[in-house]
């Protein structure tokens, strides 16, 4: 059983070696570097974190693509309300008309002269945790459905009272919360203290063999228990291990 302090020294060096301006050119992050404006990179990263599964370089050329029909003007693009040129947005679960819906409810928010972070923030302070957060900003968007989605709406926004992992939405929140070259920490209303680990079947496997995660289950209370094991590493900044078993997983060939 390796120990804690061994765990530590171990993921220590390879947050060093991963959390660097390297990580950032294959990783879905990057296209949120390429914004200035607060509101353009909320919302290329909420959009992003949703297209996020799957072979990165499929989804990768994927947002590409979205990006494109934007213009690279993502507040504009949203708060026009034109999504006419919206065509072949399916990937894997989702459909077209299931972005579309989404791309509709943002322009309700905007049009409100709200934002994402707005939204976000209202509902963190309404229920006070980030998965009754989640629940919120989901609900919203599950309310507002006018068009004839497909199961894939929900997969691209997944229902918190699932008990699912939501590393999707959990990724999104340590590139929001956290402020690294990495991270772009640009919401201060959540502590990062609070961040959850953003959990895949392959940061599972790796927790596993690490001995940080002792469920079978990649779940809700998997995320629970290895970001508790985290925060016994650094309490402040659990969700910075992240990039360690990363790391992790490259060099040992997990």
């Keep these: 059983m390796i120990s804690t302090l061994e765990i530590k020294n171990q ?4 947050i060093e070696k991963y959390e660097t301006e390297d990580f950032i050119k294959d990783d879905p992050v990057s296209f949120l570097h390429k914004f200035n404006d607060k509101c353009d990179i909320e919302i290329i990263g909420f959009i992003a974190s949703m297209f996020s599964y799957g072979k ?5 050329s994927k947002l590409n693509y979205i990006f494109n029909l934007m213009e690279n003007k993502p507040v504009d693009y949203i708060k026009s309300g034109d999504f006419s040129n919206i065509k072949d947005c399916d990937y894997r679960f989702s459909k077209n008309i299931d972005f579309l819906q989404i791309l509709k409810i943002l322009n309700i928010l905007y049009s409100e002269k709200e934002t994402l972070e707005s939204l976000f923030k209202y509902c963190y302070k309404e229920y006070g945790s980030i998965w009754q957060m989640f629940q919120g900003v989901v609900d919203y968007f599950y309310s507002r459905i006018d068009l004839p989605v497909t199961k894939g709406f929900y997969h691209l926004l997944p229902n918190p009272e ?6 999707r939405m959990n990724m999104l929140m340590r590139w929001f919360v956290r402020k690294s070259v990495v991270d772009l920490g640009i919401w201060n209303f959540v502590p990062k203290s609070e961040l959850l680990i953003p959990l895949d079947t392959h940061v599972a496997k790796i927790s596993r063999k690490l001995g940080i995660l ?3 289950d990649n779940g809700y209370e998997s995320v629970m228990e290895i970001t508790n094991v985290l925060k016994q590493l650094d309490n402040n900044d659990p969700v910075k291990y992240d990039f ?3 790391g992790y997983g490259i060099n040992n060939k997990i």
Excluded: C, H
């Design 11 to 14: 993921l220590d060096e390879y």
């Design 244 to 246: 360690a078993l990363f």
């Design 56 to 60: 990165r370089e499929v989804f990768i």
């Design 162 to 167: 699932k008990k699912s992992a939501l590393k």
């Design 214 to 216: 002792t469920r079978n």
